[in-house]
Antibody, heavy 118, light 108 residues
Framework: EGQLVESGGGLAQPGGSLRISCEASGFTLGTYGVNWVRQAPGKGLQWIAY????????EYADSVKGRFTISRDNAQNSVYLQMNSLRAEDTAVYYC???????????WGQGTLVTVSS | EIVLAQSPDTLSLSPGESATLSCRAS??????LAWFQQRPGQPPRLLIY???LRAPGIPARFNGSGSGTDFTLTISSLEPEDFAVYYCQQRTNGPRHTFGQGTKLEIK
């Protein structure tokens, strides 16, 4: 059975950068659009970014636009989120999730924790 | 942006009882609404999509209904593992998904 595995989370300083990854195993990630969804400690879910299967389309939530960049390498079966100018409010568990039929968050990874603190 | 409001915020019930969770959209989302379950320390798990279709492997005690702006998730005969937080979610215009604030289903 296929799965998604996020990695690259950790501690970053305010104003710093971090790149997190989402790698698929057991299926071809390149046939799916992929989203990043985050969850601050004790809070709800927030969608933050999307990339289409062939990278033609990307979209961002207003809260991260201009600071975060989503990209993918289908040869590596992976999607990435480059996070720059990090703020304390970016502290969260970051999940990747595949997009199905253009509207359904179908498969989810286990998440990676990003902590922004000095 | 379409806003989803869930009610109640917390629902206290006993195993074996039935639960009814609501989600109201600020404007019509047709039937493009999903429900997720999230247990502590776990990622969200897709239960229902397109308002009433169960995702693979989801038990038949989970049922979704509604269309337009008003949606309901019903869980019949609650099992101990059903006590969790539930989120509704929609995506209609473009790739931006929005979530409700969540309903915590707790053991009474």
């Amino acid at each position: 059975e296929g799965q998604l595995v996020e990695s690259g989370g950790g501690l970053a300083q305010p104003g710093g950068s971090l790149r997190i990854s989402c790698e698929a195993s057991g299926f071809t990630l390149g046939t799916y659009g992929v989203n990043w969804v985050r969850q601050a400690p004790g809070k709800g879910l927030q969608w933050i970014a999307y990339i289409s299967s062939a990278s033609r389309t990307s979209e961002y939530a207003d809260s991260v636009k201009g600071r975060f960049t989503i990209s993918r390498d289908n040869a590596q079966n992976s999607v990435y989120l480059q996070m720059n100018s990090l703020r304390a409010e970016d502290t969260a568990v970051y999940y990747c999730a595949t997009d199905r039929a253009g509207r359904i968050l179908w498969w989810w990874g286990q998440g990676t924790l990003v902590t922004v603190s000095s | 942006e379409i806003v989803l409001a869930q009610s109640p915020d917390t629902l206290s019930l006993s195993p074996g009882e039935s639960a009814t969770l609501s989600c109201r959209a600020s404007q019509s989302v047709s039937n493009y609404l999903a429900w997720f379950q999230q247990r502590p320390g776990q990622p969200p798990r897709l239960l229902i999509y397109d308002a009433s279709l169960r995702a693979p492997g989801i038990p038949a005690r989970f049922n979704g209904s509604g269309s337009g702006t008003d949606f309901t998730l019903t869980i019949s005969s609650l099992e101990p593992e059903d006590f969790a937080v539930y989120y509704c979610q929609q995506r209609t215009n473009g790739p931006r998904h929005t979530f409700g604030q969540g309903t915590k289903l707790e053991i009474k």
